[in-house]
């Protein structure tokens, strides 16, 4: 089983702070995908990076996926409350040639206040 | 259009018994996913459906664990004799179809509580 290892675990900042959160791997991914779950409801999905060295833009997140697919990092800009949640980065591992299931990363929980 | 539905959104149970948990995918979605959440074991992988048929059974934790699809739409989750360490958040996720570049839609989840 490939593992997704997440830091930091918890952060707590205050409204205008810039962060980063990063995703580690040993192994290889063909993609990764970010997603942001809020309380009482399931991940949502953000972003996905496939290319290796690859930069995306969702208003003030940053995503971007490492040059040798086995890392991934999410900087967000100026935080505001609403980004408060549970940030998961997440990759598909194959069963039989299809990507049968996503592996979570064990999750990065922030906290903006005002 | 109507996203990934569970039911029951809580269910607090005793130690020993069975739960069924219910998942209602995106109409015309193939694949279907379960996952559980829990604190110490962050989000994991149990089971996988395309169709009525289940592929990938590897992440189900115990044989006391089933699922099953029917009319390649809804899916149960069944816990059998449940224990106190069942108790987790159990989420389901549907796709258009079962690949490396679909995205999973999840739902909002069945929250599990064994007592």
């Known amino acids: 089983t490939q593992l997704l290892e997440q830091s930091p675990q918890f952060l707590s900042i205050q409204e205008g702070e810039n962060l980063t959160v990063y995703c580690n791997s040993s192994?290889?991914?063909?993609?990764l995908q970010w997603y942001r779950q809020e309380p009482g409801e399931g991940p949502v999905l953000l972003v996905t990076v496939v290319t290796g060295g690859e930069v995306k833009k969702l208003k003030r997140l940053t995503f971007q996926f490492g040059d040798a697919r086995k890392d991934s990092s999410l900087h967000i800009t100026a935080a505001q409350p609403g980004d408060t949640g549970l940030y998961l980065c997440a990759g598909p591992e194959m069963f039989a040639g299809t990507a049968s299931k996503l592996t979570f990363g064990t999750g990065t929980r922030l906290q903006v206040t005002l | 259009g109507a996203g990934v539905s569970q039911s029951p959104s809580n269910k607090v149970t005793e130690k020993g018994k069975d739960v069924e948990l219910r998942c209602d995918p995106i109409s015309g979605h193939t694949a279907l996913y379960w996952y559980r959440q829990s604190l110490g074991q962050g989000l994991e992988f149990l089971i996988y459906f395309q169709g009525n048929s289940a592929p990938d059974k590897s992440g189900l934790p115990s044989d006391r664990f089933s699922a099953e699809r029917t009319g390649g739409s809804v899916s149960t989750l069944t816990i059998q004799r449940t224990q106190q360490e069942d108790s987790a958040v159990y989420l389901c996720?549907?796709?258009?179809?079962?690949?490396?570049?679909?995205?999973?839609?999840f739902g909002p989840g069945t929250r599990l509580t064994v007592l």
């Open positions: 996720a549907s796709s258009l179809i079962a690949g490396a570049g679909d995205t999973q839609y």
């Open positions: 192994s290889v991914f063909s993609s």
